[in-house]
């Protein structure tokens, strides 16, 4: 099966679903694409372009269409579970996919009536990840994302962290270099609790680093037991208080270890629904 993978060039979603899972499934992947003509099937990463897909459906190309975060952000960050269906079923009628690749269990879910085979499948952790070498003290609590994405979770974990004499840094330059990192947002729409992938999570357990996480599906749905659950700074205080001791880092790094979602597996899981479709 010759595939391609295509989509537009972003800081999150098109490295790892496009570049890295692309390669790995031994796909030709190439940014906004212009020829299309030899092959079986195209996987577009997140939002497609309409001529894209008009060149697609004149070649007779099968579209499969990898959803994640494809949602207008910020303001979809906020729809209401009636508002995300809403928009999901109009993407779907333009796309027009064969077969959907969703982020989590429960976008597969609410997109099981459109009348295609839905694959939910997660991130993998970033290949080649450091492992944390779990300090003695805790001296730094990490995020890695955007940080227009924490609203008020930045000056709660500022000064939480202050109060320890911890520091809170956004996007260290490693993961293992924080010894607690945190996957928290600010935002309570359906699209985010839902659909957004669980890479934060992913890469936590691959780097064997303590994590803190909101209760999101992607989250619970990759959960392996070693996670720690905050939705205010209540919570947050009392997961930082469980983490502070050395020996309970060194117990989450083990089960978090054991249950890595690494490069290959992903491919392998992805490879093989892939070549069991029908067109």
């Given at each position: 099966?010759?595939?391609?993978?295509?989509?537009?060039?972003?800081?999150?979603?098109?490295?790892?679903?496009?570049?890295?899972?692309?390669?790995?499934?031994?796909?030709?992947?190439?940014?906004?694409?212009?020829?299309?003509n030899g092959f079986d099937a195209a996987i577009i990463v997140k939002r497609p372009r309409l001529d894209l897909?008009?060149?697609?459906?004149?070649?007779?190309?099968?579209?499969?269409?990898?959803?994640?975060?494809?949602?207008?952000?910020?303001?979809?960050?906020?729809?209401?579970?009636?508002?995300?269906?809403?928009?999901?079923?109009?993407?779907?009628?333009?796309?027009?996919?064969?077969?959907?690749?969703?982020?989590?269990?429960?976008?597969?879910?609410?997109?099981?009536?459109?009348?295609?085979?839905?694959?939910?499948?997660?991130?993998?952790?970033?290949?080649?990840?450091?492992?944390?070498?779990?300090?003695?003290?805790?001296?730094?609590?990490?995020?890695?994302?955007?940080?227009?994405?924490?609203?008020?979770?930045?000056?709660?974990?500022?000064?939480?962290?202050?109060?320890?004499?911890?520091?809170?840094?956004?996007?260290p330059e490693h993961l293992a270099d924080v010894d607690i990192v945190v996957a928290v947002r600010h935002h309570?729409?359906?699209?985010?609790?839902?659909?957004?992938?669980?890479?934060?999570?992913?890469?936590?357990?691959?780097?064997?680093?303590?994590?803190?996480?909101?209760?999101?599906?992607?989250?619970?749905?990759?959960?392996?037991?070693?996670?720690?659950?905050?939705?205010?700074?209540?919570?947050?205080?009392?997961?930082?208080?469980?983490?502070?001791?050395?020996?309970?880092?060194?117990?989450?790094?083990?089960?978090?270890?054991?249950?890595?979602?690494?490069?290959?597996?992903?491919?392998?899981?992805?490879?093989?629904?892939?070549?069991?479709?029908?067109?």
């Amino acid at each position: 099966m010759k595939l391609l993978v295509t989509g537009r060039p972003t800081k999150g979603s098109w490295p790892i679903r496009g570049v890295q899972l692309g390669g790995a499934i031994g796909a030709h992947v190439e940014e906004n694409i212009n020829k299309v003509n030899g092959f079986d099937a195209a996987i577009i990463v997140k939002r497609p372009r309409l001529d894209l897909l008009e060149r697609l459906r004149q070649r007779g190309v099968p579209v499969i269409w990898d959803i994640v975060d494809s949602w207008p952000q910020p303001v979809g960050n906020e729809w209401t579970h009636e508002q995300c269906v809403a928009w999901l079923r109009n993407e779907f009628e333009t796309v027009q996919p064969k077969a959907i690749v969703a982020a989590t269990e429960q976008m597969a879910e609410d997109c099981k009536d459109f009348g295609v085979p839905v694959l939910a499948l997660p991130h993998h952790h970033r290949p080649g990840i450091k492992r944390n070498p779990i300090r003695e003290r805790v001296r730094t609590v990490g995020y890695e994302g955007g940080e227009q994405y924490l609203g008020w979770w930045a000056p709660a974990l500022t000064k939480a962290c202050a109060s320890r004499g911890w520091t809170f840094v956004v996007n260290p330059e490693h993961l293992a270099d924080v010894d607690i990192v945190v996957a928290v947002r600010h935002h309570q729409g359906y699209a985010a609790k839902s659909w957004k992938s669980a890479v934060k999570l992913a890469n936590a357990q691959g780097s064997g680093t303590p994590c803190v996480a909101n209760r999101e599906c992607g989250y619970f749905e990759t959960r392996c037991g070693g996670e720690r659950w905050a939705t205010d700074e209540n919570g947050m205080q009392q997961a930082l208080d469980y983490l502070t001791p050395c020996e309970a880092r060194q117990l989450v790094q083990r089960t978090f270890l054991a249950h890595t979602l690494p490069l290959d597996v992903i491919a392998a899981r992805y490879l093989k629904w892939l070549r069991a479709l029908s067109f």
